[in-house]
């Protein structure tokens, strides 16, 4: 099983930003995905999490209304877009199987100018 990002930089205040995920190894469309942070100093974070049809999508308050989590099944491909970043947003970012445990090796995004 490997998941592997790709995506990730500085971004400007404001921009945005599409972080991608490519799964191998399992049978992509038959998992749940999620999203996860980790910002200097604090413990990791759930950003979101998308049901294996892709119908079904949760975010956490933090990121409503500004990212979005998609997938493309035919492609196993994880997608989070981040609109309208702001300096919280720094960190860096994992995607997960979670009823796997398996982790993405994770990539950054710094927001400033």
């Known amino acids: 099983v490997q998941l592997v990002q790709s995506g990730g930089g500085l971004v400007q205040p404001g921009g945005s930003l599409t972080l991608s995920c490519e799964g191998s190894?399992?049978?992509?469309?038959?998992?749940?995905l999620s999203w996860y942070r980790q910002a200097p100093g604090k413990e990791r974070e759930w950003v979101g999490l998308?049901?294996?049809?892709?119908?079904?999508?949760n975010y956490s308050d933090s990121v409503r209304g500004r990212f979005t989590i998609s997938r493309d099944n035919a492609k196993n491909m994880l997608y989070l877009q981040m609109n309208n970043v702001n300096a919280d947003d720094t960190a860096m970012y994992y995607c997960?199987?979670?009823?796997?445990?398996?982790w993405g090796q994770g990539t950054q995004v710094t927001v400033g100018s």
């Open positions: 997960k199987i979670p009823t796997l445990g398996y």
């Open positions: 998308i049901y294996s049809t892709g119908d079904e999508i």
């Open positions: 190894g399992f049978t992509f469309e038959d998992f749940g």
